[in-house]
């Protein structure tokens, strides 16, 4: 990986793309079969969540490429973060400079608080605690370093972003204590939009700028394991054991903190002349003593809040790189000589760098219509020829078979970019086939951004459609759709139309001219042409 171009896949020789190349080595005739993690709605108007989703059939081929195209684009650039990320973490706690001190932020699940004996009708009645483990690296008196793991308990249940800030000053204050001559505080934590990377956590970072020089960095996207989930394990594992065995019984936090500071704390020696570097200790939060505090705030959101690992607040506003780094130079504050400028970029304030992320969106978008006319030409062909061809004046594809999406884009020879003015010029060629034909007028009507353009790309096909007459209107059976029938809508069939039965249809956002051809049983008996249908409605 020789910078983040390539990583990024935004160079030509590390594109991804021509992974459409091995469709040429795919029975298509086969029935294909993958799963994917996927969000899906909740029930009842529930929240959305994630599900592991079973694939299956022999015209998906090409919506697996498409996903698996999609998700190694990803790969590297997430895989070289969560690298570098880690790799700068470690390296800073295993040295930490004179004067700063180090902080690792992370919520534990929350602690259930069960009981080994209980009747039965209180097993779905458990509460829970609320576990938020940090570890701090400092250096001690003696030049060695110290670390003081710390856990804050309870019954607060929001995990929000206020709860956050008010752990946050605690151990600051903390810090201050220990460290006479703190000169700057590093956070770690993971990406958790609602806690630590989002428009609120941002505020409350700018107004804990103005007390002390703080310098904010998160680790890899899903990869946010640090010494805190070892941690929160340890009390939680610990509290587990001791109710099973009868020793304690554990209803609210304070129970659970009674416990910890009793049986779990490791306290710093008072003899000042033996330095102990480990101590572990427990804080209690109660629900009086949270503070409104959440007008500390930004006035709006920060485009491509996902991209930076590194936040600096300032007196101006926050700057914003999209990589930690802790080289020689940087440590020193010297950030203009760092040894790692290939892959970190300079600190820019928010402006610069929404800029920025919409300029690399807009390339990306462009690189992958360059591409797709690339795959369009090289790479899918029928009995040996093109599937289309590009009129010599450059006005459109002609006879383009679209593909899942890929083929069939109105592209310049020279950008890939759509040219406006060629959206009325469409020209529609006679001998195309039935699928092609409505294809490439459907694809047509995407490309018009004003009316004025829909209606001569509709008037252009008009003559063309009695060349593609609908299927004589026939009743076919169930047996002939090969279709399952829903059994659900079964009973919703009103009086009259019992002869009828309601089919399952895909559910990709076309179900109603999928539902048409093949629901109806009256045009083609069989769903292959809903783009057919969407067309001429």
Same mark, same amino acid.
């Given at each position: 990986?020789?910078?983040?171009v390539c990583l990024s896949r935004e160079c030509k020789k590390c594109e991804v793309w021509k992974l459409d190349?091995?469709?040429?080595?795919?029975?298509?005739?086969?029935?294909?079969?993958?799963?994917?993690w996927e969000c899906i709605a909740g029930e009842k108007g529930g929240g959305s969540r994630i599900d592991l989703?079973?694939?299956?059939?022999?015209?998906?081929?090409?919506?697996?490429?498409?996903?698996?195209?999609?998700?190694?684009?990803?790969?590297?650039?997430?895989?070289?973060?969560?690298?570098?990320?880690?790799?700068?973490?470690?390296?800073?706690?295993?040295?930490?400079?004179?004067?700063?001190?180090?902080?690792?932020?992370?919520?534990?699940?929350?602690?259930?608080?069960?009981?080994?004996?209980?009747?039965?009708?209180?097993?779905?009645?458990?509460?829970?605690?609320?576990?938020?483990?940090?570890?701090?690296?400092?250096?001690?008196?003696?030049?060695?370093?110290?670390?003081?793991?710390?856990?804050?308990?309870?019954?607060?249940?929001?995990?929000?972003?206020?709860?956050?800030?008010?752990?946050?000053?605690?151990?600051?204050?903390?810090?201050?204590?220990?460290?006479?001559?703190?000169?700057?505080?590093?956070?770690?934590?993971?990406?958790?939009?609602?806690?630590?990377?989002?428009?609120?956590?941002?505020?409350?970072?700018?107004?804990?700028?103005?007390?002390?020089?703080?310098?904010r960095c998160y680790l890899g996207a899903r990869h946010g394991k640090t010494p805190c989930n070892a941690l929160?394990?340890?009390?939680?594992?610990?509290?587990?054991?001791?109710?099973?065995?009868?020793?304690?019984?554990?209803?609210?936090?304070?129970?659970?903190?009674?416990?910890?500071?009793?049986?779990?704390?490791?306290?710093?020696?008072?003899?000042?002349? +033996?330095? %102990?570097?480990?101590? @572990?200790?427990?804080? *209690?939060?109660? #629900?009086?003593?949270?503070?409104?505090?959440? !007008?500390?705030?930004?006035?709006?959101?920060?485009?491509?809040?996902?991209?930076?690992?590194?936040?600096?607040?300032?007196?101006?506003?926050?700057?914003?790189?999209?990589?930690?780094?802790?080289?020689?130079?940087?440590?020193?504050?010297?950030?203009?000589?760092?040894?790692?400028?290939?892959?970190?970029?300079?600190?820019?304030?928010?402006?610069?760098?929404?800029?920025?992320?919409?300029?690399?969106?807009?390339?990306? +978008?462009? %690189?992958?219509?360059? @591409?797709?006319?690339? *795959?369009?030409? #090289?790479?899918?062909?029928?009995?040996?020829? !093109?599937?289309?061809?590009?009129?010599?004046?450059?006005?459109?594809?002609?006879?383009?078979?679209?593909?899942?999406?890929?083929?069939?884009?109105?592209?310049?020879?020279?950008?890939?970019?759509?040219?406006?003015?060629?959206?009325?010029?469409?020209?529609?060629?006679?001998?195309?086939?039935?699928?092609?034909?409505?294809?490439?007028?459907?694809?047509?009507?995407?490309?018009?951004?004003?009316?004025?353009?829909?209606?001569?790309?509709?008037?252009?096909?008009?003559?063309?459609?009695?060349?593609?007459?609908?299927?004589?209107?026939?009743?076919?059976?169930?047996?002939?759709?090969?279709?399952?029938?829903?059994?659900?809508?079964?009973?919703?069939?009103?009086?009259?139309?019992?002869?009828?039965?309601?089919?399952?249809?895909?559910?990709?956002?076309?179900?109603?001219?999928?539902?048409?051809?093949?629901?109806?049983?009256?045009?083609?008996?069989?769903?292959?042409?809903?783009?057919?249908?969407?067309?001429?409605?």
């Amino acid at each position: 990986m020789d910078d983040l171009v390539c990583l990024s896949r935004e160079c030509k020789k590390c594109e991804v793309w021509k992974l459409d190349a091995l469709r040429e080595n795919v029975n298509v005739e086969e029935a294909v079969e993958w799963t994917r993690w996927e969000c899906i709605a909740g029930e009842k108007g529930g929240g959305s969540r994630i599900d592991l989703r079973k694939k299956k059939g022999s015209t998906c081929i090409g919506e697996m490429m498409e996903e698996l195209k999609l998700e190694a684009v990803k790969l590297p650039m997430h895989d070289f973060v969560h690298g570098w990320q880690l790799k700068q973490y470690t390296k800073l706690t295993a040295s930490v400079p004179e004067g700063w001190a180090v902080v690792t932020l992370d919520f534990a699940e929350n602690n259930l608080c069960e009981k080994q004996d209980q009747p039965q009708s209180s097993y779905c009645g458990y509460t829970q605690v609320t576990v938020q483990p940090s570890v701090l690296y400092y250096n001690c008196s003696c030049g060695e370093r110290k670390t003081d793991y710390v856990t804050v308990i309870t019954d607060e249940l929001d995990h929000s972003s206020s709860l956050v800030d008010q752990i946050t000053k605690a151990l600051l204050q903390h810090l201050n204590e220990k460290l006479k001559s703190l000169t700057k505080v590093i956070i770690f934590s993971d990406g958790c939009s609602s806690q630590y990377k989002s428009k609120m956590p941002f505020g409350h970072l700018l107004n804990l700028g103005k007390q002390c020089r703080v310098e904010r960095c998160y680790l890899g996207a899903r990869h946010g394991k640090t010494p805190c989930n070892a941690l929160g394990g340890l009390l939680k594992q610990a509290a587990t054991r001791a109710v099973k065995a009868r020793q304690v019984t554990v209803q609210c936090a304070a129970d659970l903190y009674s416990y910890a500071c009793k049986n779990l704390s490791i306290w710093e020696n008072s003899d000042p002349e +033996k330095c %102990i570097h480990i101590a @572990r200790v427990f804080w *209690l939060f109660k #629900a009086s003593d949270r503070a409104a505090h959440d !007008s500390d705030n930004l006035k709006k959101p920060i485009y491509g809040t996902r991209q930076p690992h590194s936040l600096l607040p300032t007196v101006d506003g926050l700057l914003i790189r999209n990589l930690s780094c802790f080289c020689e130079h940087c440590v020193a504050g010297n950030g203009d000589a760092c040894e790692n400028k290939r892959w970190v970029s300079d600190w820019k304030v928010v402006k610069d760098w929404e800029k920025v992320c919409k300029s690399k969106l807009k390339l990306q +978008k462009q %690189i992958v219509s360059e @591409r797709q006319s690339i *795959l369009n030409d #090289a790479f899918l062909e029928v009995d040996g020829g !093109s599937l289309g061809q590009v009129d010599s004046d450059q006005d459109c594809l002609v006879g383009e078979v679209l593909d899942d999406g890929l083929v069939g884009e109105v592209l310049d020879a020279g950008l890939g970019q759509v040219d406006s003015g060629l959206k009325s010029k469409c020209h529609f060629d006679s001998g195309l086939s039935r699928n092609e034909f409505f294809k490439y007028v459907l694809h047509s009507m995407s490309m018009c951004s004003t009316f004025e353009e829909l209606e001569s790309v509709v008037f252009s096909a008009l003559p063309y459609l009695n060349s593609y007459p609908l299927p004589e209107y026939v009743w076919p059976t169930v047996f002939d759709s090969e279709r399952a029938v829903d059994k659900m809508s079964l009973s919703l069939i009103p009086k009259g139309l019992e002869h009828l039965f309601p089919v399952c249809v895909d559910s990709d956002g076309n179900c109603m001219p999928r539902s048409i051809t093949i629901y109806s049983m009256a045009l083609f008996c069989t769903e292959e042409h809903h783009i057919e249908v969407r067309a001429r409605i």
